[in-house]
DNA sequence: CTTAAGTACTGCAACGTTGTATAGTCCAGT
DNA sequence: ACTGGACTATACAACGTTGCAGTACTTAAG
């Protein structure tokens, strides 16, 4: 029903491979030739079909972006950097919600989608080191963590470094009894233990004893009742560390709900700088990672691998990307 | 590179057809045959193309979801779940972002993607009325507003009757000065006329003087100027209803900075039932659409039109949404 | 005047898949 | 033994596009 080249090269009185050719910028077309094809183009609302083009080509100028759920806003954030790179380079995102579920995230690397997308940029949550070597021949990016030496391309900032930046923040205010939440044993949880290992690494230094809170998730609600266990067991922290903002946020309103100040009593810091730390009450202290960058870097990455330049077969890189501490009035304060 | 039927034919030594026909399901086909054929297919690691598929059906399976930015919590949390009720039918959701640019709005609505979506759930915010109606033969199914009875299938909630309900609500607790966040004049802000012709109606039907503050965006930051002009203008309001809980966060915000409290000497009231306004200090009162009813409708909509049932050619069709009052802290007080 | 190079355009094949048409085999019911 | 039907498998064409090879004409160089 929709035009094809077919029906512009009727139109134009032209052959097909004529109206291929300008649809195509080709240079070697009559002045004369191309704006009648160009004027049939415009009265049939002729659009290419993307699907007999990548039948051809290969390549359907779309990328997959993976990552955990776009409900979470360090997730939403990323994904809209990233749509907006690639529309830099003509690509369209195709956006997969793994639910950090191991088996899609699985199904990904796998090469599920293999002929729909051109590359994989992929932020796993299920899956670490050589499960995730299992490569499928569509090149990957890899987002948020340091893996193992893999093969895949990686781009990510220092957690371990960042992590320490947060702790050491809070001891530079005279806390001594230090919280982490956010602790998780799956060995497939690098954030959360790369984090860890920046907390005990400042804590150990300082000679102070850890306070870790493990959580299901890193969500408000994971963060709020691990503040409450915090609160109930024992002498109270007067400082946490988050391992992200929304576990940070939802410790804060248990704080808050249960009376107690902060900074004054228990100092805060999370980790994404999300836009909801910056309109909470108290505003929240964070790490904040240079997401356009990580974008920018990703989408740039894959489009080396898919380039035909000498860079696209080339030993997989490790991209660092710089990360700052970020202080609001959750730290604010003095003891 | 990646095998193809051809491939997996030649290995199980059969006719491509045959391959075909065991990968579909077909039912005659010789149980030894249909494993051979399996084995073969397991063996290679072979995954159908979608583009030959594409170009021999018309179909994609894949639609797409256009809404103005994921970063706004409301929109990812309705993205997902579209992702969901999308999935049910193994259809992929392709996002557009528009970022509310109406040359992009206009794009989509004309088919700029028209071969390589089945369907499209479009959530408009700079285009309105007749504008929509520009059709381009891929279902269309709009989402939030009512539209001018257009071309189009339409899912949305009672904008007007919802934001009399806040109004109401606010109303109720006893409060006589209530201002409005969120007024826009550009006639495509269909949302923004809507819930200012309930909060009218409320007023009006009391007798009260309306203040009505507006804004460029429903961002947290918009909220948080609104509001602080509020604030230095004249007499401050005892309650204010924000056209969504962006904007009443950013209010909270300006609210609590400046040491007034919170329902104490304002009350605060959203819209949309997003997840920060459930954790923040104090939580905050809104309205809640059933968002998941939402998406399942506008795929179950897209669907129809999709299948070769008789609702595939029926006239457009709106549907509407439930919502409720949901009352939490920020109003919960007496004045 | 011939040759070579450049320009303007065309035809054919192929990308991987599936619908239609077809052909052979086997069995049950006449 | 003969017909009709169900079962199994195959060949061919077509979806819309583009790379390659090729034709015909024009111009510049030798």
Known sequence: MPPGLKDVAARAGVSIKTVSNVVNGYVHVAPATRARVQAAIEALGYVPNMAARQLRSGRSGVIALAVPELQSPYFAEVAGLIVQAAEQRSWTVLIDQTDGQAERERNLVAGLRRHAIDGLIFSPLALAGEEL???????????????????????????????????????????????????QTAPSAVTAHQRLAGYRSVLAEAGLETLEMPVASFHRADGAAAMARLLDEGEPPDAVFCFNDLLALGALRTLLERGLSVPGDVAVIGFDDIEDGRFSTPTLSTISPDAARIAQLAVDLLAERLGDGPAAVGAPRELRVDHRLVVRESTAGAA
């Open 133 to 183: 070597a299992h490569q499928s021949g569509t090149p990957m990016v890899l987002l948020g963590e340091r893996v193992w030496h893999g093969p895949a391309d990686h781009v990510a900032i220092d957690n371990t470094a960042a992590a320490a930046d947060a702790t050491r923040h809070l001891r530079s205010l005279g806390r001594r009894r230090i919280a982490a939440i956010g602790v």
